[in-house]
């Protein structure tokens, strides 16, 4: 089956520091990836939508200049958290998808902020 | 916009069944999904309706009424291992992004 790797699984860091999260489709082409966060005992919130090749749409609330998203290939994006802080503290989880495909998540990442 | 309504947690007995409900309002409807979300754990998909009826997969079944906009997530022959968090999710006539219920926490007692 589709399989999505999300790496690092578990972040710990000072206030300020800017931490990146790899997504990667191990066997099948990404045709668009999703940035979803979540907090405890509370659903999955979507980030932002990213394609290959072009600008991340973000959704409302969201700080583009904050939570930078880059998706070089059909099967790499990134998030950058910059100069995070406590409240950025959450479980960050990323998905792809191929046309007519569902999604399918990494094992997410867990970022607290000291 | 897009609105979905899940309970937010439910008690079975194992070997017994459960029927999560799930009831949806959006702008435009291009598929339901149903996930499965242990503690501390990224969602598994479990199923996936786009048309009207009725879909089994082995001990779990997703029904689904477009007119309604309501759909059920069945598990049958409950085992301790399926308490988790059920998460339905639509996806809208856009086509690419989904909009997640809050989740339905299932917790099987023995």
């Known amino acids: 089956g589709a399989v999505v790797s999300q790496h690092p699984s578990r972040v710990i860091c000072k206030s300020g520091t800017s931490v990146k999260i790899e997504c990667r489709s191990l066997?099948?082409?990404?045709?668009?990836m999703f940035w979803y966060r979540q907090f405890p005992k509370q659903s999955l919130m979507l980030m932002a939508t990213?394609?290959?090749?072009?600008?991340?749409?973000?959704e409302q609330g969201v700080e583009k200049d904050k939570f930078l998203i880059n998706h070089a290939s059909l099967t790499l994006s990134t998030l950058t958290v910059t100069s995070a802080h406590p409240e950025d503290s959450s479980f960050y989880i990323c998905?792809?998808?191929?046309?007519?495909?569902?999604?399918?998540f990494g094992d997410g990442t867990r970022l607290s902020i000291l | 916009g897009q609105n979905i309504d899940q309970p937010t947690e439910m008690t079975a007995t194992e070997g017994a069944i459960v029927q999560i409900n799930c009831t949806y309002q959006?702008?435009?409807?291009?598929?339901l999904f149903w996930y499965q979300q242990h503690a501390g754990e990224a969602p598994t998909f479990l199923s996936y309706?786009?048309?009207?009826g009725l879909e089994e997969k082995g001990r779990f079944s997703s029904f689904l009424s477009r007119s309604k906009g309501y759909s059920y997530l069945l598990l049958k022959e409950l085992q301790m291992k399926d308490s988790a968090s059920y998460l339905c999710?639509?996806?809208?006539?856009?086509?690419?992004?989904?909009?997640f219920g809050g989740g339905t926490r299932v917790l099987v007692k023995p």
């Open positions: 999710a639509v996806r809208g006539a856009a086509g690419n992004k989904l909009t």
């Open positions: 309706n786009v048309l009207d």
């Open positions: 998905s792809a998808r191929s046309a007519n495909q569902p999604q399918h």
């Open positions: 959006t702008s435009g409807f291009n598929g």
């Open positions: 066997d099948f082409q990404a045709t668009t």
């Open positions: 990213s394609n290959e090749g072009s600008k991340a749409t973000y």
